[in-house]
């Protein structure tokens, strides 16, 4: 079992930064594919970043450039740094696990507010 807890949410202006992070529960960490996903009023669930257990990233077209994800196995913790926020960056954003192997397990924390104004 893997739980998740996001933090780091917020209120901020256009052009602003704000970090994410995620706590992960559980001993499997270190062998996880983490991600964060995000979801604005009346839009479907996409993803934001993803950054497998040996670091490799990839992006969002809409945040490459802005958006950092990184993670730390010895806390367990990964992160994702947004810089140069946009309205359109007005989202719940959502930590999500993905264990890798034979039989990959999936798991979903909360989600966390960002509310980029303009």
């Known amino acids: 079992q893997v739980q998740l807890v996001e933090s780091g949410g917020g209120l901020v202006q256009a052009g602003e930064s704000l970090r994410l992070s995620c706590a992960a529960s559980?001993?499997?960490?270190?062998?996880?594919?983490m991600a964060w996903y995000r979801q604005a009023p009346g839009k479907q669930r996409g993803s934001v970043a993803s950054?497998?257990?040996?670091?490799?990233?990839v992006y969002a077209g809409t945040v490459k450039g802005r958006f950092t994800i990184s993670r730390d196995n010895a806390k367990n913790m990964v992160y994702l740094q947004m810089n140069d926020l946009k309205p359109e960056d007005t989202a719940v954003y959502y930590c999500?696990?993905?264990?890798?192997?034979?039989?990959?397990?999936?798991?979903w924390g909360r989600g966390t507010q960002v509310t980029v104004s303009s």
């Open positions: 999500f696990a993905l264990t890798e192997g034979a039989y990959p397990r999936s798991y």
């Open positions: 559980g001993s499997v960490f270190s062998r996880t594919t």
């Open positions: 950054i497998t257990s040996t670091g490799s990233t």
